[in-house]
């Protein structure tokens, strides 16, 4: 969870993690007095997926990012380490009329409105992106991805008018070859 640059501080919060897979963020945390009010979601059933995975049922839910079912103004922080956008970079339907980049940027913009609904005022989203670097070969689902976010924070910006903020954190090369520059992308509700 460096990549969302969480302060001991922040972890005192009610904090909700979004496709939180096994919740072992959430486990950690308690298991090690960092924080005791993580919350998890994700879409699929770990404990049934493997039989040795134990979820404190309290702090989950089996819950979808378009469907978070807690109240609103629920949470401090709302964190998407992997999820939220990078999940939808690869949904794409190539036979729909609308372009790549309008249909990712209609799943983010779901996902960041829910999770701003269950965000209290003054509280924040807080998830990585990660974005080619320049001169590495062309991603098309990546470039897409790109589109859409800039296009849906700018919506937030004007509409909700939520402050944005994205610092860059370091750069990598996977294994297929091409770099790409990791981003922290902060939301504030107002």
């Known amino acids: 969870m460096e990549d969302l640059d969480l302060t001991p501080e922040d972890l005192r919060k009610k904090i909700l993690d979004v496709g939180s897979g096994s919740s072992d ?10 924080g005791s009010e993580i919350y998890g979601i994700d879409e699929t059933n770990w404990e049934t997926l493997d039989g040795k995975i134990k979820i404190d049922k ?4 089996i819950a979808k990012a378009e469907a978070i079912p807690f109240d609103d103004n629920s949470f401090d922080l709302v964190v998407a380490h992997a999820s939220v956008p990078g999940a939808y970079a690869h949904t794409v339907d190539r036979r729909f009329k609308k372009p790549p980049w309008q249909q990712i940027g209609d799943k983010v913009i779901e996902n960041l ?11 924040e989203i807080r998830f990585s992106h990660e974005r080619r670097a320049p001169g590495s070969p062309w991603d098309e689902d990546k470039e897409s991805l790109d589109m859409s976010l800039k296009a849906v924070l700018e919506d937030l910006k004007s509409e909700d008018h939520v402050t944005v903020e994205e610092v860059f954190q370091k750069s990598f090369t996977r294994d297929n070859g091409i770099s790409y520059n990791l981003y922290l992308i902060k939301i504030k509700k107002p």
Do not use: D, Q
Request: glycine share 8%; proline share 4%.
């Open 25 to 34: 963020f959430a486990r950690y945390a308690r298991e090690h007095n960092l």
């Open 58 to 61: 309290k702090h989950f839910a």
């Open 113 to 123: 409105l829910e999770m701003l609904r269950v965000t209290k005022p003054g509280g």
